[in-house]
Nanobody
């Protein structure tokens, strides 16, 4: 019974930055394996943006490498996504997720819009 609450979306100009946060509750964090972020633009499939385990470094989609950084605070049961040098093609609803050994849980989604 893991619940994920996201925050940090908004409107930003191209080249700007945003930080997304996601906090898990209702479960034991040590039981969560991967945490990460997907995004979905209108009419498109969800794509994996970044993910990491409790201890390893993040892995990233090629489209965001060098611009986005995923981090995790196990004590706070949280995962973060720092997004720099944003492009219009980054516009999407961003969803955090958490994988236990039995199930996948999703955040409610937060809108990121990159436009001038």
């Amino acid at each position: 019974q893991v619940q994920l609450v996201e925050s940090g979306g908004g409107l930003v100009e191209p080249g700007g930055s945003l930080s997304l946060s996601c906090q898990a509750s209702g479960g034991r964090f040590f039981s969560i394996n991967y945490m990460g972020w997907y995004r979905q633009a209108p009419g498109a499939e969800r794509e994996l943006v970044a993910r990491m385990t409790q201890t390893n470094s993040g892995t990233y989609a090629d489209s965001v490498k060098g611009r986005f950084t995923i981090s995790r605070d196990n004590a706070k049961n949280s995962v973060y996504l720092q997004m720099n040098s944003l492009k219009p093609e980054d516009t999407a609803v961003y969803y955090c997720y958490a994988d236990t050994y039995d199930d996948r849980y999703w955040g409610q989604g937060t809108q990121v819009t990159v436009s001038s």
